[in-house]
C-alpha cells in the first residue's frame, strides 16, 4: 500500500508497516553498509514465503539542485521522497539486482527517502536493494537521540579503518585492527557490549566465548540438522566507538574453525566410522533424526523422543525444503531402531506425518 502513513526516522524508534495485508511491528536499525552500498536482507528459506523490506535516509544539500536517483533491487520495490512517490517497479529480477532511475529535485537542507522492497523466497533468496545519488556527495544525517553530529562524523572516519585480523580463528580471543589508541564497544552476536581499546600497534583483543552462528533461515526458525551443511559457520562481530554520542556501528564476519586439521589418513575404517558417529552424535550437538541414528549406531540402548524428531517432522509437514531427506532418514529410524525404544505414540506420530 503506497499510500500508507509513512514511519518517521528514529535510531531505535518503533515502526508499523503494513505488508501483504498484514500489519508489521519493529524498530530503526542503523545499518553501516560496505563498499557496495548494498542493504541485504537475503535468506535461505527452508519453505516459501512474502519477504518485505523498508529502509529510510535522511539526505542533505546546501543549495536545492536537479539530481538523478538510482535504485538497485532484487524485487518490487517503491521509493518516496518526503513523502511522493518518485519511482516504483515491479520486476523480481532472482540473483541480479536491476536498474531503475529517475530525475528529482532535491530541496535544500534534508530530505527525507523511504525505500520499500518486497520478494517471494522458495529457497535461497537474494532480498537487497541500494540507493544511490548521483553527483556530488550528500550528507547524510540520521536522526539519532542523544548522538553529536559532529562526533559522529569523526566516529565515522574511525569505523572505515576498523578491521579483523582474520576471518578463520581457532580461539576465543580474537584481534581487531584499527587506529591507536581507540576506545571501541564490541558486540559478538546477541551478547553484551565489550568494552576494549586499541594498543600503540592499533590492536585490540575481544572474547568469542559463546559466540553463536549467524542464521539465516528466513522466518522459519525451525533449523534441521540435517541442513546444516547449508550454514556458513560464520558470527557477526558489531564494532562502534565507546561513546553515548557515536551511535555507528561495524559489522565483521568472523568463523570459529577446529584447532587442528588431519592432513594424512590414520587409522582404520572402522575408527572413522567411529569418530563420525561420535561426532555426528555427541552431546551438546544439535539434535536430529542424523544424531539419534549415529547414537544407536554406537548404542543400542538408545531412546527415540520427541525432540529427536521435531525438526524432522517440522518439515515434512511445513513441505518445508530437504523434506525429501529428513522423510528418508526417519524412514531408516522405523525400521533400524526398535519400537520399544521409541517414546511412547511418537511411532504413531511418524507414520500420521509420512
Aim: aromatic share 6%.
Amino acid at each position: 500500500d503506497a499510500a500508507q502513513e509513512l514511519p518517521v526516522p528514529s535510531e531505535g524508534g518503533a515502526v508499523r508497516w503494513n505488508a501483504f495485508d498484514a500489519d508489521h511491528e519493529a524498530r530503526w536499525t542503523r545499518m553501516h553498509t560496505g563498499w557496495d552500498g548494498f542493504l541485504d536482507w537475503s535468506a535461505f528459506c527452508f519453505t516459501p514465503e512474502y519477504r518485505a523490506s523498508l529502509a529510510t535516509t535522511v539526505i542533505e544539500v546546501d543549495q536545492a539542485e536537479w539530481r538523478t536517483l538510482e535504485v538497485h533491487t532484487t524485487g518490487p520495490f517503491v521509493l518516496w521522497l518526503d513523502g511522493e512517490v518518485v519511482l516504483q517497479g515491479g520486476t523480481v529480477s532472482y540473483m541480479e539486482p536491476e536498474v531503475h532511475s529517475v530525475r528529482v529535485r532535491i530541496p535544500s537542507r534534508t530530505s527525507l527517502v523511504h525505500l520499500a522492497t518486497w520478494q517471494v523466497a522458495f529457497r535461497e533468496c537474494r532480498h537487497i536493494a541500494r540507493l544511490r545519488v548521483i553527483g556530488l556527495p550528500v550528507r547524510i544525517v540520521l536522526p539519532s537521540p542523544g548522538a553529536d553530529e559532529s562526533a559522529a562524523r569523526l566516529a565515522e572516519t574511525v569505523l572505515t579503518r576498523i578491521g579483523s585480523t582474520s576471518w578463520a580463528l581457532t580461539e576465543d580471543r580474537a584481534r581487531l585492527t584499527g587506529p591507536a589508541d581507540v576506545a571501541l564497544r564490541v558486540r559478538v552476536g546477541d551478547q553484551g557490549w565489550q568494552r576494549v581499546r586499541t594498543d600503540s600497534a592499533g590492536i585490540a583483543e575481544y572474547s568469542l566465548s559463546g559466540a553463536e552462528e549467524e542464521q539465516d533461515e528466513g522466518a522459519d526458525v525451525a533449523r534441521s540438522a540435517g541442513a546444516s551443511m547449508l550454514s556458513s559457520g560464520e558470527s557477526v562481530v558489531e564494532v562502534g566507538i565507546d561513546d553515548p554520542r557515536c551511535p555507528q556501528t561495524v559489522k565483521l564476519r568472523v568463523a570459529r574453525l577446529p584447532e587442528a586439521s588431519t592432513e594424512h589418513a590414520a587409522g582404520s575404517p572402522e575408527d572413522w566410522r567411529r569418530d563420525i558417529l561420535t561426532h555426528i552424535g555427541g552431546s551438546g550437538r544439535e539434535t536430529g533424526v542424523a544424531g539419534v541414528l549415529s547414537r544407536h549406531s554406537l548404542d543400542g540402548t538408545t531412546r527415540v523422543t520427541a525432540e529427536d524428531l521435531s525438526s524432522a517432522l517440522h518439515r515434512v509437514l511445513t513441505r518445508g525444503d530437504c523434506a525429501d531427506f529428513e522423510i528418508v532418514a526417519l524412514l531408516f529410524a522405523w525400521r533400524w531402531i526398535p519400537d520399544e525404544n521409541w517414546d511412547p505414540g511418537l511411532r504413531d506420530t511418524v507414520r500420521d506425518a509420512l
